[in-house]
Every structure is written in C-alpha cells, then in structure tokens.
Nanobody, 120 residues
Framework: QVQLAESGGGLVQPGGSLRLSCAAS????????MGWYRQAPGKQRELVAS???????TYLDSVKGRFTISRDNAKNTVYLQMNSLKPEDTAVYYC??????????????WGQGTQVTVSS
C-alpha cells in the first residue's frame, strides 16, 4: 500500500508564512506529478499547485508569487512554502500523488489533509 502524510498546517496571522510537507511511503516504484489542493468550507476542492517529477510547476492564479511548490524525489516528498498568507487562504490542504506502485498499478493517492487558518 501507499500512504501520503502531510504536516505543517496551523494558525498564522495575515502576512505570515507556513511550510507544508507531504511524504509518500509504501510500495512505490515512481511518482509522476505531485500537487497540493485545498478545500474551504462550502467550496469545491481546487488545485493550488502541482509539480512533475521533472520539476515543471503550475499554480493557481491567486497564489502566484506567494506560494512555491518543490519536491525531493529521493525522499518522495513534496513541499508547499506559503508566504504573505491571506484570510482567503484558509482551508484544509491536501496533497496528491500520481503513484506507480511496485506491482505496476497506477493510482492517485491523497493525504488526510492539514488545516491552514489565516486569522488575526
């Protein structure tokens, strides 16, 4: 099996910073794209940022210039550095990985989510 475990959420004041981490473990052969999604109360889940195993990144327009996604392929870990946080960034953040398992099966896996709250 494969597990994704997030860490790094919490409460921060507007203008502050947080760094989220997501480590994948288990029967992993390779991971293609990894990404961070978020879901605020009453809203649909949205893609915040993604990164391929080659390092190509994409960002939600509202976070460009404030958030940076990166990954360590050797550790099967993806990070999200969030700066200049705004109250509208408040949400549960989920990581996602497009995993090819050692048995050859390809599936999307999700973490359990970590709460980010931006409030004074």
């Amino acid at each position: 099996q494969v597990q994704l475990a997030e860490s790094g959420g919490g409460l921060v004041q507007p203008g502050g910073s947080l760094r989220l981490s997501c480590a994948a473990s288990g029967s992993i052969f390779s991971i293609n794209a990894m990404g961070w999604y978020r879901q605020a109360p009453g809203k649909q889940r949205e893609l915040v940022a993604s990164i391929t195993n080659g390092g190509t990144t994409t960002y939600l327009d509202s976070v460009k210039g404030r958030f940076t996604i990166s990954r360590d392929n050797a550790k099967n870990t993806v990070y999200l550095q969030m700066n200049s946080l705004k109250p509208e960034d408040t949400a549960v953040y989920y990581c996602n990985g497009q995993v090819r398992r050692r048995d050859g099966v390809r599936l999307d896996y999700w973490g359990q989510g970590t709460q980010v709250t931006v409030s004074s």
